[in-house]
């Protein structure tokens, strides 16, 4: 396997600008991209599993052969995002080790072991006249991402993408731009090495933001784009988007602990959901705690996230159980923190909490820990989010969790892929109709 320094030069992507460029030359790159991605998807419509399979392990392979010049981009990333005073929760997404690098190339891995959607039938019938209908699963065709610190969505963009038939166009962050671009130049030099179009997968520039606009207005030449990031981010691309948009939301998750609940377990959910890594969009930012078991839990939770270093911002009634916490603002109920901080409140009722969750929530995930089953069923069947999970973690709302292989984001929106978006939420349909020379009457 090549490494980065043996790649041909004419087949790696462009470099991403260091300055802006005039406005019309960035339009013109970012559509020319765009339609050398539409030659490349046609191409990758075509292929085989087995081709298809065979090229992600060699993207696997690449990545871990190139770990050294990937790691060498990555540590220029961080130092200018220290420099800029980047918050430490994007600084974790940013960085990458040797750890983290193997852990995308497994990511490659498991989609190649996932069956392919490519040609799945979705239904399929026999009229009375004789026309046989199917309806099939087919490739997108060019997919952009706009997406902020997370290196991780370069390679899972482009490897699911690649199972699924599609086209990658990415737009990266300007903090990621040494890191994104060598992974892309490690990805297109594998590809071309399959005998593959180096072009199934693009960086676009990304330090000047007309860029995005570029992308997200390329009707006709880009047929879906997916937004990943934070609020503002994924705002400005829905609201300003002429081609169609999958909305991955922010995660303002929270975690109800019902009048039922095993106070134990409940300790361990809590303390999962907020500090396994709180820097990413399933990590609870609420706690609600039924009023029956407030005074026997409150002040045993505080107490075990004040010693797992998170604030909790609590409303009157938490904080009278746990003085050392901090008075909560309305805003604090609203915020998706992404750090060690979580808001905290007793209410009476699970309907109390099902409101709550209804006034403040995001729709990506919400908990609750229960042994009364009548509560768990009625917190799922209320709770409008992409995910709802009973007496479990809501660090499990992810596409590697949930058997994708690797996710290209969370959707909380509710037409064509809610949740967790794999393989077959890169996909679109098409019906296929066979006849014998049939003709409609009238």
């Known amino acids: 396997m090549s490494t ?60 871990r052969a190139n770990a050294e010049p990937i790691l060498a981009a990555n540590a220029e990333d961080i130092r200018a995002a220290r420099d800029s005073g980047m918050a430490s929760a994007l600084v974790d997404r940013l960085a990458l080790d040797e750890q983290r690098i193997e852990g995308i190339a497994g990511g490659l891995v498991k989609v190649a072991a996932l ?25 997108m065709g060019v997919v952009g991402m706009v997406y902020e610190a997370r290196p991780n969505v370069t390679v899972d963009a482009a490897g699911l993408a690649l199972k699924s038939g599609n086209a990658a166009l990415l737009r990266g ?55 990943r990031g934070g609020s503002g981010l994924i705002s400005s691309v829905v609201l300003g988007a002429t081609v169609p948009t999958v909305e991955t939301g922010i995660g303002n998750c929270h975690v109800y602990v019902d009048a039922a609940a095993d106070l134990d377990v409940a300790e361990r959910i809590v303390l999962n959901s907020k500090v396994r890594r709180p820097s990413v969009c399933n990590s609870a930012e609420t706690v609600l705690v039924h009023a029956d078991v407030a005074e026997q839990f409150v002040p045993a939770i505080a107490a075990s ?23 909560a603002t309305d805003e604090d109920f609203d915020t998706e923190y992404l750090s060690l901080d979580i808001a905290a409140a007793v209410v009476d009722s699970l309907d109390d909490a099902i409101a709550h969750i209804a006034e403040h929530g995001s729709q990506h995930t919400e908990a609750i820990v229960t042994t009364d089953l009548a509560a768990a069923n009625a917190f799922t069947a ?4 992409a995910a709802v999970i009973v007496n ?35 996909t679109t349909t098409k019906w296929v109709v066979w006849g014998d020379g049939q003709v409609r009457p009238g």
């Open 392 to 426: 479990a973690s809501t660090g499990f709302t992810d596409g590697e969790e949930f058997g994708m292989g690797a996710e290209i984001g969370i959707s909380t929106q509710k037409l064509h892929a809610r949740g967790p978006m794999g393989l077959a939420e890169l």
């Open 382 to 385: 209320r709770v409008d989010a």
């Open 4 to 63: 980065v320094a043996d790649t041909d030069p004419a087949v790696r992507t462009p470099s991403a600008r260091t300055e802006p460029q005039p406005v019309d030359s960035l339009r013109e790159e970012v559509h020319a991209a765009a339609r050398r991605a539409r030659v490349a998807a046609g191409h990758l419509a075509l292929l085989r599993r087995a081709e298809k399979d065979h090229a992600l392990l060699a993207l696997a392979d690449a990545l």
């Open 115 to 139: 069956p392919d959607p490519v040609g799945e039938v979705v239904r399929g019938s026999t009229l009375a006249n004789g026309l046989s209908l199917r309806q099939l699963r087919v490739p």
């Open 305 to 327: 996230l004040h010693l797992a270093g998170v604030t909790v911002h609590a409303d009157e009634r938490f904080l009278a159980l746990a003085p050392g916490c901090l008075p």
């Open 173 to 227: 962050s300007s903090s990621a731009v040494h890191t994104n671009t060598v992974l892309v130049e490690v990805l297109r030099a594998a590809l071309t090495e399959e005998g593959l179009p180096a072009d199934a997968v693009q960086l676009l520039p990304c330090t000047d933001r007309a860029s995005v606009h570029h992308l997200i207005t390329a009707r006709g030449l880009v047929d879906l784009v997916i937004p």
